[in-house]
Every structure is written in C-alpha cells, then in structure tokens.
C-alpha cells in the first residue's frame, strides 16, 4: 500500500484551475511503488495532463556530457528527447494515452509539444532548464495550475521561487517561465 502525499502551496490564484498540469519528477520513477503512489496522485487531481521529467535517463546524458562536453543544443535536446521515453513508461503504467497537444488529457509528450507549440524556439538551452520549465510554459500557455510533484519537499516554509531555484529545487530558469503560471502548488511522498 502506498503512503499519502504531503501538499502545499506555492502561489495561490485567484481560484482554482478547472484543470492542472502536473508535473512529474523524474526521481519519483526509482521508488519500487510509483505508480501506484502517481495513480492516486492523479486521482485527486482535476483532469490532469502529466509532463514527465527525465530522472535518470537525463542523468546518464549529464555524466557523458560532464565526461566529454558535446554541444550545448544537442544535449538540450536529447535531454528532452529522454523526457518522450519517460512519459512513455508513466503513460504505460498508468493506462494514459501519451499526447502531443496540451489541449488533451495524459501524458504529455514533452519533445512533440515543444516543437509544435513553437515554444522550442523560446526555451534556452541548457542544462539549467528542466522539465520543471517545460511544465511551467505549458501551465502558463493553457492557463492551468501547476502541481509539482517531485521526491522531496521545497524547503521548509519558502515559497519565493528564486530561492527554490538557488537551492536547486526547482531548476533555474523555472522562476521566469512559471511568471504567468497564477496557481503553483507542490506533493511530495509522505
């Protein structure tokens, strides 16, 4: 049986989105239980549209990249080629369709909806921009809340996202790309 989430707010909105984006971190894929723990997860979220952070498959390209730089775009964009084979396993587990528009419901196939959305030209490439942005721009365009959903909690009481971007709990251009994001909420394995 899995254990509860913890939740908190980040930004609160002037109301409640119909529909949020949740965002989940890659880590959350190495617990033995986690699609259990992200199927009641989604459960309690209001028609939710999941974008998959790359956990240790994006890893792996940070060591070959940290061992023999290659160029900084080709890495940007395997990184978020990785995100597609990750959404892909979320999407199996949890009986999802994976989705190229963010109009839809599931899992959002992250490298798909970039390059269709236009947003693939906005977004700096870098190792300081993670799916934590990529989720940020797709709450921001569809005008959906954000549900974090990451391994470990923000730090205790801080909600100012530079700081949580300084502290490496969210990525650094985050705070930039969740600007128009009106509602930013966080879940945590309890």
């Not at 509860?4 to 190495?30: F, N």
């Not at 009481?157 to 990525?171: N, P």
């Amino acid at each position: 049986m899995t254990g509860a989430w913890r939740r908190g707010t980040l930004r609160a909105g002037p109301r409640a989105a119909a529909a949020e984006i949740v965002k989940v971190g890659g880590s959350l894929l190495a617990l033995r239980d986690w699609p259990e723990r992200l199927a009641e997860l989604v459960a309690a979220s209001p028609a939710p549209l999941l974008v998959v952070g790359g956990g240790r498959v994006v890893d792996g390209l940070r060591e070959i990249d940290a061992a023999n730089p290659r160029p900084t775009p080709l890495m940007h964009d395997l990184a978020i080629d990785a995100m597609t084979l990750t959404a892909r396993i979320v999407a199996d587990a949890l009986g999802l369709p994976v989705v190229a528009l963010a109009t839809d419901g599931g899992v959002l196939d992250a490298a798909a909806w970039l390059r269709s959305s236009g947003q693939a030209a906005r977004l700096p490439a870098g190792w300081h921009v993670t799916s934590d942005s990529i989720a940020a721009l797709v709450a921001a365009e569809t005008g959906r809340g954000l549900l974090l959903a990451k391994r470990v909690p923000p730090p205790a009481g801080d909600h100012d996202l530079e700081r949580l971007a300084t502290a490496g709990w969210v990525d650094a251009h985050f705070p930039g790309a969740a600007a128009a994001v009106a509602t930013i909420t966080w879940a945590a394995p309890a």
